[in-house]
């Protein structure tokens, strides 16, 4: 799978770019599906999910001007039979993660089936946001975890692990004032692997190859 993990969606030229590079064709040729999921689990996130569905979202994904665009509800997949929905995530070209907690979509992703299902999708792109993105780490930090209100029943930070870094999105951004570089750093000295930390016009493009960082704004990796 290919991945693009963003801090707040498609925020500029060179991220849009990034994206149509890991699709091979324009965004408006591209069959999406949307998963709202993670913004369940936050304060007023009946409503955040509805503003990501409809493009009113901070975050910049839905409302890309896609061939289709369709829902994916993590929470629902466990009662249906895969019959249901696994051809809907088998013809999708991309798949948009949206914000909020990312422990609770670590949890559903693992819950329906997607987290197993997702090495194996070899020709579809997954691009993540703030949650959508730390949600596929080896773990968010728990200076991040710890200010969550849903509690995994793991008890611990650990998220999927499709990649071997963690993420601290929305850096230094101006209505988020614990999201500076100082307390960026704070975190990263309390995870043992490397760490991102990336602002809304920074995203990161995972693909067999490795990892690149496509950025118009600013970013730094913190090591062990």
């Known amino acids: 799978m290919r991945l693009l993990l963003t801090s707040a969606g498609i925020k500029n030229a060179s991220i849009h ?13 591209a069959n999406a599906l949307c998963i709202p999921t993670a913004s369940y689990a936050m304060p007023g996130g009946a409503g955040s999910a509805w503003r990501f569905i409809s493009g009113r979202s901070v975050v910049s994904l839905c409302e ?19 019959d249901l929905w696994l051809p809907s995530v088998r013809e999708a070209d991309v798949l948009l ?81 614990d999201n500076s570089m100082a307390n960026a750093q704070k975190w990263a000295s309390g995870i043992p692997r490397p760490g991102y930390a990336i602002d809304d016009e920074t995203a990161l493009k995972v693909t067999d190859d490795g990892v690149e960082v496509v950025s118009e704004g600013h970013w730094r990796l913190f090591t062990p």
């Open 17 to 29: 770019e990034a994206l149509v590079d890991l699709l091979g064709k324009p965004l408006a040729e």
């Open 64 to 82: 890309m001007g896609w061939k289709s665009l369709g829902v994916l509800e993590l929470t629902a997949l466990p009662s249906l039979g895969e």
């Open 97 to 177: 993660a949206g914000g909020g907690d990312a422990l609770y979509l670590s949890h559903w992703m693992r819950q329906s089936g997607l987290a197993d299902l997702l090495p194996s999708l070899s020709e579809t792109v997954y691009v993540g946001a703030s949650a959508g993105s730390m949600a596929l780490t080896a773990g968010v930090g728990e200076d991040v975890s710890e200010s969550y209100v849903w509690k995994p029943p793991t008890g611990d930070d650990t998220a999927l692990g499709l990649v071997g870094f963690s993420i601290f999105p929305h850096l230094d951004h101006e209505n988020l004032p």
